[in-house]
């Protein structure tokens, strides 16, 4: 199994340029993330999905949509990029979660994000 | 909103030494608790979780950590450091009652260095 994949590895935006962040998992999981890493500042979460077409914001949602139309592929996108939103983005899923079930989280490798 | 607290942005330790990363959390219900290793320019790996079946909790590569309720923490250990440990350490809570679709909130990471 590949596990959580995302694409691309690296790219470079130019102020007010648009793209969109790929992430596909192959482990039939419902819930899926979005998170941004910044240096000393651990992972913030931007949205997550609970399952094909529902989607909720996170704690910085601001700058960004997602989209979750099979339990697949949960891409992320930037529509005006901006200089803050120089970041490591990492994809995670995780099976079906409850009161009772601590799944942990599988991450994807990371998209290294520059927004010059 | 669960959070935790990573005492420790840098830890040195000699190859063969004791490794202690310090993480308390903030709950009043019995939490989800997650320990993940990142290497460079790589995912987060899950080390391992805390369930409620047993307060000592061992984990891949060596690692354990154990989750003390009186004093809210659940500290990572690993009895003797080898070279390959160095990396970055984030200790991760979620709520139990589902919030954010039961996301993870990292703490700010710790990074170790082991020094020959």
């Known amino acids: 199994n590949a596990g959580v994949t995302q694409t691309p590895k690296f790219r470079i935006l130019k102020i007010g340029q648009s793209m969109t962040l790929q992430c596909t998992q192959d482990m039939n999981h419902n819930y899926m993330y979005w998170y941004r890493q910044d240096p000393g500042m651990g992972l913030k979460l931007i949205y997550y999905?609970?399952?094909?077409?529902?989607?909720d914001k996170g704690e910085v949602p601001n700058g960004y949509n997602v989209s979750r139309s099979t339990t697949e592929d949960f891409p992320l996108r930037l529509e005006l990029a901006a200089p803050s939103q120089t970041s490591v983005y990492f994809c995670?899923?995780?099976?079906?979660?409850?009161?009772?079930?601590?799944?942990?989280?599988?991450f994807g490798n990371g998209t290294r994000l520059t927004v010059t | 909103a669960q959070s935790v607290t990573q005492l420790g942005s840098h830890v040195s330790v000699s190859e063969g030494a004791l490794v202690l990363l310090r993480c308390n959390y903030s709950s009043s219900v019995p939490p989800y608790l997650f320990w993940y290793v990142q290497y460079p320019n790589q995912g987060l790996q899950l080390l391992l979780k805390y369930t409620s079946a047993a307060t000592l909790v061992k984990g891949i590569n060596g690692f354990e950590a154990e989750f003390k309720k009186s004093e809210t923490s659940f500290h990572l250990t690993k009895p003797s450091a080898h070279m390959s440990d160095a990396a970055e350490y984030f200790c991760a809570v979620s709520d139990p009652d589902g919030s954010s679709g039961y996301a993870l909130n990292f703490g700010k990471g710790t990074s170790l260095l082991v020094t020959p």
């Open positions: 995670a899923s995780s099976r079906l979660r409850g009161p009772a079930d601590n799944s942990p989280l599988h």
């Open positions: 999905s609970v399952g094909a077409g529902i989607t």
